[in-house]
């Protein structure tokens, strides 16, 4: 079973700081990589995805992430943070062994990004 | 335009009076997943389809419950809500379960579930 781990439950990072968020995951497979973002009372926004290829996969909003196999990890990154950057955000695998695609969700990281 | 949407966004109900959530989708995908989120914890799955093919996660309480009369559309039942329901409920849905792992799931924007 694929399992995620996200170790931070809170970052803060001033604006204009590199943000980093961490996750390492754990597949039987092949993972299927995937970064959300939640603002207060919303659903799930798709950040970005690794399926394969380059290991660095970049998505909306300035955001970007770094699949590292020997580690397990893809951990997210943002060069410059905003204020509107601050949100949950969840990290999530796919196992290609699983027939069904489920998503297994880490627990989340809180971004606060002070002015 | 909302690909996933979720009706209502916000629910009030009684403790033990049945509930019903709904949600619908314009992007025509085989899978459709219901999640349950507890104050900025993890969505937890409860239950998905693939098509009517239905799968309910072994934890999932029997109270709850999930129809889906097309594929458009796919309802979350509660048949006696507890204090503990109180959640915020989102649906998802994605491509196809095999051939497509690749593709990401697309949300609602959930409903707050409050149990009074």
């Known amino acids: 079973a694929q399992s995620v781990a996200q170790p931070e439950d809170q970052v803060n990072v001033a604006e204009g700081n590199p943000l980093t968020v961490k996750c390492t995951y754990s597949v039987s497979g092949n993972p299927y990589l995937f970064w959300y973002v939640q603002y207060p009372n919303r659903g799930l926004q798709f950040l970005l995805k690794y399926i394969t290829g380059d290991n660095l996969v970049k998505g909306s909003y300035g955001f970007e992430a770094e699949f590292n196999k020997s580690q397990t990890s893809f951990h997210l990154k943002k060069p410059s943070a905003l204020v509107s950057d601050s949100a949950l955000y969840f990290c999530a695998v796919r196992d290609e062994g699983d027939s069904w695609g489920k998503l297994q969700f880490g627990a989340g990281t809180q971004v606060v990004v002070t002015p | 335009d909302a690909m996933v949407i979720q009706n209502p966004r916000y629910q009030v109900t009684q403790f033990g009076k049945p509930v019903t959530l709904s949600c619908s989708q314009t992007?025509?995908?085989?899978?459709m997943y219901w999640y349950q989120q507890k104050s900025s914890q993890a969505p937890k799955l409860l239950f998905h389809?693939?098509?009517?093919?239905?799968?309910n996660e072994a934890d999932t309480p029997d109270n709850f419950q999930s129809r889906r009369p097309n594929t458009s559309f796919c309802f979350l039942d509660i048949r006696s809500p507890g204090l503990g329901d109180a959640a915020m409920y989102l649906c998802?849905?994605?491509?196809?379960?095999?051939?497509?792992?690749?593709?990401?799931?697309?949300f609602g924007q959930g409903t707050r579930l409050t149990v009074v």
């Open positions: 389809y693939y098509d009517k093919d239905f799968n």
């Open positions: 992007l025509n995908h085989n899978v």
């Open positions: 998802a849905t994605s491509r196809t379960r095999q051939g497509a792992l690749n593709t990401e799931a697309f």
